[in-house]
């Protein structure tokens, strides 16, 4: 599985840009999906939808019975914001893109600022 530190590789990486996606941006977005779905086997959560855009990703997870939206800003124009300043906020299914309240967060952040959406208890 993937790490947070073979993600923190990419911190200030130039992202290829073309009309079709290029072969780099294919394998970071395959390792941040690999780097998700660790997340959720370390917490019982589920990854339940990925949606491939050009160059930015989105993603819903399934935690207990609730459903938390995610997503990644287009890597080459938005400098590292895929680390530091990522989407998520409540959903009510794997097909809810409107949700609730829009909240950022920050890669090493994220299961933390996920558990404070669901109320849950965590460490800070």
Avoid at 26 to 32: I, Q, V
Avoid at 63 to 83: Q, T
Wanted: hydrophobic share 30%; proline share 0%.
């Amino acid at each position: 599985m993937t790490t947070i530190k073979e993600l923190e590789k990419y911190l200030d990486y130039e992202f290829s840009s073309d009309c079709y996606v290029g072969e780099d941006y294919k394998t970071f977005e395959r390792k941040y999906i690999n780097y998700l779905k660790s997340i959720c086997k370390d917490t019982g959560w589920e990854l339940v939808k990925v949606n491939k855009n050009h160059y930015e990703f989105s993603a819903f997870f399934l935690c207990k019975d609730k459903y938390i939206y995610f997503r990644i800003s287009d890597v080459r124009f938005w400098n590292n914001e895929w680390y530091n300043n990522i989407l998520i906020r409540t959903a009510k299914s794997k097909t809810d893109y409107t949700g609730g309240q829009n909240h950022c967060c920050s890669l090493h952040n994220l299961i933390s600022s996920i558990k404070k959406l669901l109320g849950e208890n965590y460490d800070r």
